[in-house]
């Protein structure tokens, strides 16, 4: 039986087929916006072609499709999610709003208009109940102002409910019967709980990803439903799993009720990838980076272990649930080139997307993008985009550059689309320099791993600029965040919050606390693991030194605790916190707020790939044309390589194109480029 990968872009579906053997294969279908599920059936059916069956047929030997998507993300970014409507403890309901007096864009322009919430006032209700941190219930539920409540929400047409109660994760008490009247009054309506979503403490933290998981969940759970529908109708008669924040993967139904974890869903498995191209050529430090056609993604990954963080933001929106820490900025292949009141040449954010797309496409669309310059610049060829099933207009975008051009007195479109080009490597450089800055890393200690549509593209520029030693294209390319959907391993994480000093920590109540977890764990995951040994689980906790404001996740031992388990915990959060911050403080009292538990089921599938044939390093049996490609302005007569017969140990000299059916790799003067045993790149200044 075969599987499947699907990451639905913003400009293309990418699509996977593992067959029997483990061997991979790709197909690329432009994405539609709105009804993403048709560009996703089609790449399916370019897979079922392939294979020369009918659709149907090839369906229904797919035994699971793992899908990635950015539809939960899109709803808040674009303000398109369910009417929401808000019940919490009487005197809170501005929580969300007031949001500790944080303005995001500018603290100190008075002009910024203020947050607009994503349930407006009008629909947060109060209700009379108090639960105090410790668990104790000092106010019953009057059960009265729910259904009062409820009531007057159904009436005003909510699609959603969200229910977020003060210290509801000490005590659930009163928010799990609100939960059940307002289920019981609201048949239909879609009921979150922040006890469910986030049990943890800091109220606004929990309010707001528990407004904005109500605020999505009927529009994932529409979105879920149409695309197994359209799949079922297809003839897929096999699992359909869904790529979670944290870059785990789970089944349909728990991705429902847990809507807010699909947040960053399809990006949220390029660092898996970059970790498997890693260790399989020797890198442990890596800087992954995903360009795409509407947004490029980057992650720092140190000793191959991939970040995450819990606090992150989606647009003004606070969602506090355990995410891939990538960082996402609107960037790409179709970020709009434009010139500013100052008359200064920008590159988007403004996207062209997939419709109309690039000038090239002919489309429609009439502004130049990176995409546009690149193909101007010879390193793409206008009538092999997609392996020839996409021809670009090389007129259209010449036309559209020299018009840009024109308005900063520029009369050379090349000299135009170089300037384009430039600033584009010149803008993602600038995204990686910001964020291993942040964190006191040096990106010359890293490898690059660049990698998306653009990846091949931009990889050597980039590079240089950062002066970063080396840098890999790895194999399937445009589809990286897809093959990291193969690596990925089904699994949950969960939180509970007990804030305590290690002083005085009751190991018994942790001990519960970890004991509960796992067996949740265990009953939601047994169902996909053949045996409870394959379900692994790894413990952690967010811990501070007294006096600090914010805390920082460290491993926690599992099995039973004891003092001197807790000893070797604290010992390992100084250690982290050294690493971090470049000091910590031994010996000072640490606190502990919420342990986490995360659990996942073992993979066992292995990936298989065809491997090149042993070269002489002479790449000449590869020599696919010549063509003039400009670098830095400077015409050059350029040969250009079949990528997919090249052979291991050929080494490319530049000025030199790569080209293969979905990507392209562009060779700079100054750079080498040596191919390995599975088809990727890697490149080194000379």
Known sequence: MKQAAIDVGGTFTDCLIMDESGEVRQFKAPSTPPDYASGLIASLEKGAKFYGLSTSEFMGQLELILHGTTVASNAILTGDGAPTGMITTKGFRDICEIRRGMRLSSMYNLFVPPYRPLVPRYRRLGVAERTLHTGQVLTPLAEADVRKAARSLKKQGVQSIAVCFLHSYANAENERRAVEICRELCPGVFVAASHEILPVWREYERFSTTVAAAYIGPVVDRYLNTLEARLKHAGFNGSLLIVLSNGLVQNV??????????????????????????????????????????????????????????????????????????????????????????????????????????????????????????????????????????????????????????????????????????????????????????????????????????????AAWIADRLEIPVAIVPRFTSFYSAFGMFT??????????????????????????????????????????????????????????????????????????????????????????????????????????????????????????????????????????????????????????????????????????????????????RFRCVVDETGTYTLRRS
């Not at 001197?564 to 640490?590: N, T």
Request: glycine content about 10%.
């Open 253 to 458: 139904e728990e991705s429902r009720k847990r809507a807010i974890y699909m947040i960053g869903s399809g990006p949220a498995a390029a660092p898996s990838a970059a970790v498997y191209w890693g260790v399989r050529t020797g890198s442990k430090d890596i800087i992954s980076l995903d360009i795409g056609g509407t947004t490029s993604d980057i992650a720092l990954i140190a000793n191959a272990e991939i970040p995450t963080t819990s606090e992150a933001w989606v647009g003004d929106e606070r969602v506090a649930v355990k995410k891939v820490d990538s960082n996402s900025f609107e960037g790409g292949g179709g970020s709009i080139a434009w010139i500013d009141s100052l008359g200064v040449l920008r590159i988007g954010p403004r996207s062209s997307a997939s419709l109309p797309g690039p000038v090239c496409y002919d489309r429609g669309g009439t502004e130049p993008t990176v995409l546009d310059a690149t193909l101007l610049l010879g390193y793409i060829a206008p009538d092999f985009y997609l392996g020839g099933e996409m021809p670009l207009r090389m007129d259209l975008a010449r036309e559209a550059v020299a018009k840009l051009g024109a308005r900063l007195g520029i009369d050379d479109p090349v000299r135009m689309a170089t300037a384009i080009f430039s600033l584009a490597n010149t803008v993602i450089a600038g995204h990686i320099t910001k964020i291993c800055t942040k964190r006191g890393f040096d990106p010359r200690d890293y490898v690059l791993m660049s990698a998306g549509g653009g990846g091949g593209l931009h």
């Open 488 to 669: 990925a391993e089904v699994g949950m994480e969960f939180n509970r919050s007990y804030p305590c000093s290690a002083r005085q920590m009751d190991l018994a109540k942790v001990n519960g606390v970890f004991e509960d977890m796992e067996r949740e764990a265990r009953s939601k995951l047994i169902e996909v693991a053949e045996s409870e040994e394959d379900i692994v689980m790894s413990r952690s906790a967010d811990m501070r030194y007294h006096g600090q404001f914010h805390e920082l996740e460290s491993e926690i031992p599992g099995g039973t605790l004891t003092e001197a388990e807790i000893k070797s915990a604290l010992s390992g959060f100084d250690k982290r916190h050294e690493q971090l911050y470049a000091f910590a403080m031994p010996g000072r009292e640490v606190e502990f707020f919420t342990f986490r538990l995360r659990a996942r089921v073992r993979s066992k599938k292995p990936i298989t790939m065809s491997l090149r044939a042993e070269g002489n390093t002479d790449p000449a049996h590869a020599l696919k044309a010549r063509r003039t490609c400009f670098f830095d302005g400077v015409a050059k007569d350029t040969p250009v390589y079949d990528g997919e017969r090249l052979k291991k140990g050929d080494v490319i000299a530049g000025p030199a194109l790569v080209q293969e059916t979905t990507t392209t790799v562009v060779v700079p003067e």
